[in-house]
């Protein structure tokens, strides 16, 4: 059984920094991470809120509309593949320590599948 460890919402902007700011002023929210592409915004509540800010999706990949970070993504992708559905992005191992993969859901949503490595 694969369990998900949590969704988090990629919002595509061509200035992270700016909208990012317009986040923390809102919601009092602290800067996670910062690649300069990519700006991770969180807060201290029980459960992880988490908002990315994005230009790239991350080695040239478009942005996904949503990132689903799952505890066994060997299985998740044996799935994908059972059910026929095709890679956006390959499973790759990426500088910034996560394994992922890219999929479109059925409306043509592409989701980031991931575990942190």
Do not use: C
Request: proline share 7%.
């Amino acid at each position: 059984m694969v369990k998900v460890k949590r969704i988090v919402a990629d919002l595509s902007t061509d200035d992270p920094k700016g909208l990012g700011a317009f986040y923390t002023a809102l919601f009092d929210l602290d800067v996670l991470m910062d690649q300069g592409w990519i700006m991770t915004l969180g807060g201290d509540a029980p459960s992880p809120v988490q908002v990315s800010l994005a230009s790239e999706g991350g080695s040239g990949t478009p942005v996904p509309q949503l990132s689903i970070e799952v505890d066994d993504l060997d299985e998740v992708l044996r799935r994908v593949q059972a059910l026929g559905i095709n890679l956006v992005y390959p499973l790759t191992h990426e500088p910034w320590g996560v394994r992922r993969f890219f999929i479109a859901d059925p409306t043509g949503r592409v989701l980031n599948i991931l575990s942190h490595t």
